[in-house]
Structures are given as structure tokens and as C-alpha cells.
């Protein structure tokens, strides 16, 4: 039996934003709420929150949350380090799991049948690796077999687990996101979001 962890990726600092973006407010929920809520209504357990920057600010909105969160005291390194994190938590929670999904949580759009369509299509596929495709862009959300758990653990690049995906081309299958061009990096983005 197949089982799929997730990780939510919540460190960041937010610095082109200038506030942070965990805490954004969109259709009455912060984006990290969001998140969380999202991936509650699948099938993939368990769900660790990788905090950094603002950890003590946004640890409170965390009290009735069924996810589980870990600090990433090298949050300022870059998304590679966040990814190590997690990964090592959901390793430590639940050695059997056999996946694991990655997710941001400033890309407003995703939803729970997305998330799912992603974990069966990685399941029925049988590649190591099912993406998410937008613009030209092949990323996240996206789900990762356990044979590149190690992989995981060893990232050390601010760009997070692009790198994986691109060295193992003939190893991804892709679900199209159109929606995922969409994420919350700048005042801009927020305005149009709003």
C-alpha cells in the first residue's frame, strides 16, 4: 500500500512581498491556512509545515492544526534546506511512507482534486517523479518517490528540488496547472490576487 507524505514549504521571508506571505488573507483564510485545509481533504498523510522566518508570528495561527510543524533553523540558506527538513520529519513520523507531495503555500490555486489527480497519476504512471506543469515552467506542486528520498535530504540549493526534476527527465510525468503561473511573490501579484 502506497502512502503519500506532504510537506508545505512555509519558511521563506517573504522579502519582495515585505510582509509575511504565510499570513496573507485570501477568501477569508491566511494562504497557509489555505494550504493546510487543501490537503486535508486527500488522502496524503501525514502533513508537516516547514516554518523559518516569522516562525513565532505564524506558530499561534498554527494551535488547531492536525499538521504537524517543524522549525528550519537554516531557513535563510534557501528552499533546499526547508525541503531537507521536511522530508527528514516526515521520514521520522512515518518511515513507510512511499512518496512524498511538495507543496508551497503562496500558490493560491491548488486544490484538493488537483492534489489528487497528482498522487494517482503517480501511482498509475510508475515514474519516480509526477510535476506539475504551468507556462514553461515544470515544478510544483509535485510528488516524489522514495528512491529519491536520499536526494531530498542532500539538497543544498536555494532553488529547491527543480534541480531533481531536471537531471531525471525520463523519470517525471506532468499534470497540467495552469493555474500554478499564479503564486504571491510581489505587492503586484497580491493586487491582482485580490
Excluded at 510537506?7 to 510582509?19: D, E, F, Y
Excluded at 521536511?86 to 512518496?99: A, F, K
Aim: hydrophobic share 40%.
Amino acid at each position: 500500500m502506497r502512502r503519500t507524505g506532504v510537506v508545505i514549504l512555509a519558511a521563506g521571508a517573504s522579502r519582495r512581498l515585505g510582509t509575511p506571505k504565510q499570513q496573507v488573507r485570501f477568501q477569508q483564510q491566511s494562504l497557509l491556512q489555505r494550504i493546510i485545509h487543501t490537503t486535508h481533504q486527500t488522502t496524503a498523510r501525514p502533513v508537516v509545515v516547514v516554518l523559518g522566518a516569522f516562525a513565532d508570528t505564524i506558530l499561534p495561527d498554527m494551535q488547531d492544526s492536525e499538521a504537524a510543524v517543524v522549525i528550519n533553523p537554516n531557513w535563510e540558506s534557501g528552499m533546499g534546506s526547508s525541503i531537507q527538513t521536511g522530508t527528514r520529519e516526515i521520514i521520522r513520523i512515518d518511515n513507510n511512507v512511499s512518496d512524498i507531495l511538495i507543496l508551497l503555500c503562496d500558490q493560491p490555486f491548488i486544490t484538493p482534486a488537483l492534489l489528487e489527480e497528482l498522487i494517482t497519476t503517480h501511482h498509475q504512471q510508475n515514474k519516480g517523479i509526477t510535476a506539475c506543469t504551468y507556462s514553461a515552467v515544470t515544478g510544483t506542486p509535485v510528488v516524489f518517490n522514495s528512491k529519491y528520498f536520499p536526494a531530498l535530504l542532500t539538497l543544498t540549493a536555494p532553488q529547491g528540488a527543480r534541480k531533481i526534476i531536471q537531471q531525471h527527465p525520463d523519470d517525471v510525468t506532468t499534470v497540467p496547472f495552469p493555474d500554478g503561473i499564479i503564486d504571491i511573490d510581489t505587492p503586484e501579484d497580491l493586487e491582482k490576487l485580490r
